[in-house]
Structures are given as structure tokens and as C-alpha cells.
């Protein structure tokens, strides 16, 4: 299973490090490979927020077939909306994985792509109505950590990618081993 | 207020990152100044645990003084046991920062240290035991996320961090500004 978390300039920290952390435990509690990893547009030092220097481990260009495409959120992710490069990038990925997955304000962007046209949805609750701007088609969910809509899963602010890793672990792999990923993890999961 | 946090070839990712995120969102909702980085031994990158590479802010030679020292765990915690330069690092800011924290088996280290001498600490679960053996005049705390003994802060496994720095925020600045913190990270505290 490869998992590629995307990360740019100002994205915010917990957004991807939340997943990153929760789907690589996945391997310390079972005999599943669950491969994670960054992808940034190039593969130089991205300056995510709060100082925060993160060398990528692939580029959009190098990177392995994926499984799981997560985008987080941010400041940094509103400059992404006008990078035609990562947008057909993220369009192209999307026919191709089992699942693309947002955090926080990553929702926007799979919103300006027109993916979640007629879908649920959610996003950082500072930014249900630009998610409504986006597209007034969304079904805005404004109570739930998460919101499922099979390929495409959203999550709300920030620590909530972590609460949307413990649904897809849940959902590929079983309630047991997303149990044993909360206990490892010391989270507490509904 | 600088806050560093130690970062070393198999920290574990949310142990550092955790409070990385919770002390960063201060600044956004609040006018205080809560200035975050990253401190490692070189200033080499780091190969964190779940593939991720961090390039450090400063290395332990030149960073600037510091208010709050932070040591995450993972299994390179135990690989700092045998750093005799680290640790006399981790000593001197001991001696100079109004508190120094640890998540996980970041506590191994104070503990190796001799910083938790008949004092109260917790550890990340599995660890209780190595705990105990390094130093048995410490009073293992198994039930709490954290461990408050004033200078010093133990916090439980991976996650535990995040708790333990809404209850440092609280400490610090007070109850309002770590509920602001919270509900912009979308996470619950107690």
C-alpha cells in the first residue's frame, strides 16, 4: 500500500504528519506494508508552517504509483489553486488511486478541481463558506470529524486527519488493527 | 518565548511534531509570541521515522537561548543514550530553561540523565519497565497523558504530547488561550 502525503510551502504541520504518523504505525503493530511518503512539486526543502524544513522524499514527477493520495491543508494550500502543474497532477492521481484524502483546508483544493461536485464535504470550520464559494454543489458537513464518500474521504481542521487515518486504517484493514494503531499511538478513538 | 525541540534519526514523527503544531497555533490566535524550531546535533538533515527527512533550524552549537526545551522519543531515543555530547547538551539547558518537556521515550533520556531522581514521570506504555530499570527512585505515573513535577514534564506515548502542550499553554499563558488553540486545531481537550 503506498501512501503519498503531498507537502508544500506553508502547508500546515499536523495536516500531513498526523496521517504520516498514523498510517506508518500501521507497520509496527502488524505484518501489513504500509508505505508512506512526501511528495512535493520539486524535490527541494519545503518550508512547511512553523519553521518546519522538510526535504520530500519524491517529486510529482518520480514519485511510485499510489494507493492513497492525501493533500493537507494550510496557508500554503491556497497557492496550490493557481499551480496548474500540481492541480492536473492531483486530477491525474485521482483516476488512478483507491482513494484521495483531504485535511483541513486541502478539501478546497479537490473542491477548484471539481471533485466533490454534488458530494459531502468538510474543511477547517474558519472555511465552510469557501468551500461553498468553491462550489455551491458541495453538501457542507459542519459537525463530523470526517466525511466519507467512498473514493474521496474529507476531514475537518487540522488534528482531524488523524481521527480520517483511523477510518481508513479502519476501512481497509479492520477495526482490530486500527485499535492496535490507537493503542501504539496512545489516541483515543470512537 | 523560544521553544526547541531535539530532533534525531528516528524521532518518532506526531511525538515532535505534535507539539510543534499546538505551541505554533498560539500565534495565530493570540499576540504572543511563541517561537518554535527544530534543534539537532548537526545540521544535517534528519531521518525521522515514517520516511521523513527534516532539516533542523539550528543545531545544538548555534541555536538561540532557549525559554522550553522539548525531547521527543522513538526508537532513536535510545540512541542518544550513548551521545555523551547530547546529554551534556540536554544537562546544561536543563540548568537554563524555565521547563523542560518530553514525550514518549523522550523521558528515558531525563531519566538516563538523572533529571527525574525521586520525582513522578510517565513514559510511553511499553516503556514503563525501561523506565523503572534506569532509575527506580522514579514514581511511574501509568494512568495520566502527563506528568507535571514543576521544571519538568513527562508526557505518555506519541500523541500524549499534544495534551501535554495544551496543558503547558494553560500553565503559560492560561485557560483562554489553550481553549483558542484548541478549537482552531479542531482538537479536544479536557
Redesign the interface.
Known amino acids: 500500500m503506498n501512501i503519498g502525503i503531498l507537502v508544500f510551502d506553508d502547508v500546515?504541520?499536523?495536516d500531513f504528519?498526523?496521517p504520516?504518523?498514523t498510517f506508518?504505525?500501521v507497520n509496527d503493530v502488524s505484518d501489513t506494508k504500509s508505505n508512506?511518503?512526501?511528495i512535493s512539486k520539486r524535490k527541494n526543502?519545503v518550508q512547511a508552517?512553523?519553521?518546519?524544513?522538510?526535504?520530500?522524499?519524491y517529486s510529482i514527477k518520480d514519485h511510485p504509483a499510489l494507493d492513497i493520495l492525501i493533500i493537507p491543508g494550510g496557508n500554503g494550500a491556497r497557492k496550490i489553486f493557481n499551480d496548474e502543474e500540481i492541480l492536473k497532477w492531483i486530477y491525474i492521481q485521482y483516476g488512478r488511486v483507491k482513494y484521495l484524502l483531504s485535511v483541513c483546508t486541502g478539501a478546497l483544493i479537490l473542491a477548484k478541481l471539481g471533485l466533490l461536485l454534488n458530494k459531502k464535504a468538510t474543511t477547517?470550520?474558519t472555511c465552510f463558506h469557501l468551500l461553498e464559494e468553491i462550489d455551491p454543489t458541495i453538501e457542507i458537513v459542519r459537525d463530523q470529524?470526517f466525511v466519507d464518500e467512498d473514493k474521496i474521504v474529507t476531514s475537518?481542521?487540522?488534528?482531524?486527519g488523524?481521527d480520517m487515518s483511523f477510518f481508513m486504517i479502519e476501512k481497509i484493514w479492520g477495526e482490530d488493527l486500527a485499535k492496535a494503531v490507537a493503542k501504539?499511538?496512545?489516541?483515543y478513538i470512537s
Chains 1, 2 share one sequence.
Open positions: 500546515e504541520v499536523l504528519c498526523g504520516l504518523e506508518s504505525v508512506v511518503f512526501t526543502p508552517r512553523s519553521n518546519l524544513i522538510v526535504k520530500s522524499n477547517h470550520h470529524r475537518g481542521g487540522i488534528s482531524a488523524i501504539e499511538m496512545e489516541y
